[in-house]
């Protein structure tokens, strides 16, 4: 019988790349421009964090049973770029630039 899939490391992790990014995408989408240092930062940021996590939580023996490296990677990548969209939506927006038009 084969065993289970370790789904709780997964979904924990997955989570919790989420939920790390959700604030730098708040970051990024309000209090940055597009394409500058800061705008870089609060993208990349997290990534170290979430490795750590992820490397944590998971063994390699959970990864090869869920698929390989590469489809744990995706999922993660995945769900960090969800909570930088997610977060880059939440809040309030920027107040629009003077002189344009409404």
């Known amino acids: 019988m084969a065993s289970p899939l370790p ?4 979904c924990t992790a ?5 939920l ?5 995408g708040h970051i990024r989408s309000h209090y940055t421009d597009k394409f500058t240092v800061p705008w870089f930062l ?5 990534v170290p964090l ?5 490397k944590k939580l998971m063994s390699e023996v ?3 049973k ?3 490296r590469w489809v744990v990677l995706g999922m993660s990548l995945a769900a960090g770029v969800g909570g ?3 977060g880059g939506k939440s809040g309030v927006r920027k107040s629009v630039e003077e002189g344009r038009a409404l």
């Not at 789904?7 to 997964?10: G, S």
């Not at 609060?42 to 997290?46: D, Q, R, S, T």
């Open 62 to 64: 959970a990864v090869k």
């Open 20 to 24: 790390l990014n959700l604030p730098f």
């Open 42 to 46: 609060a993208i990349h940021a997290p």
């Open 66 to 68: 869920l698929g390989g």
């Open 7 to 10: 789904l709780k490391p997964l």
């Open 50 to 54: 979430v490795v750590m996590i992820r």
């Open 84 to 86: 930088q969209l997610i």
């Open 14 to 18: 997955l989570t919790a790349s989420f």
